[in-house]
């Protein structure tokens, strides 16, 4: 499949929004964790968006992976229920969210560094959101 970042970027320009392997590299280097927050991309579906999710999970603990010393990586997951400019919850939301982290850590790339996910926000994280975490994260 085609990366999805380039499409982000060309079409809602966002060129300067996606950090790239060296810089995950370079940060590893430097810290025990790193927290990826996905979330704020503009993609209108869920379907889009889960594979932005597994992409860029892939790809971070890849570059993080190569490090001379890896850091922990979390990914961060949304649990908005409004839309702003850049944010669209019927694409971006917890079960897009973990099906995206899932995907990628079921890619067959290395995932000893991986360390969970991060929700984010906590305050506004319904009953609903924790039904879905328990049952697709926590398989409850």
């Known amino acids: 499949a085609a990366r999805v970042i380039p499409f982000v970027q060309a079409i ?12 995950f590299l370079t940060v590893s280097v430097r810290v025990d964790q790193i927290v990826v927050m996905m979330y704020n991309t503009a993609l209108p579906t869920a379907s889009l968006y889960e594979t932005l999710v ?56 290395d995932t000893s560094h991986f360390g969970g996910v991060a929700i984010y926000p906590l305050w506004l994280t319904t009953q609903s959101d924790w039904q879905t975490y328990n049952h697709l994260w926590l398989g409850q």
Do not use: C
């Not at 809602?12 to 810089?23: K, M, N, P």
């Not at 990914?75 to 982290?101: K, Q």
């Open 12 to 23: 809602f320009g966002r060129g300067t929004a996606w950090w790239t392997a060296y810089y």
């Open 54 to 109: 597994k992409q860029e999970t892939t790809a971070i603990l890849n570059a993080n992976n190569s490090s001379q010393r890896p850091a922990q990586v979390l990914i961060g997951v949304p649990t908005y229920h409004d839309n702003g400019p850049g944010f669209h919850d019927s694409a971006e939301n917890m079960l897009s969210g973990l099906r995206g982290v899932t995907a990628g850590l079921n890619s067959g790339e």
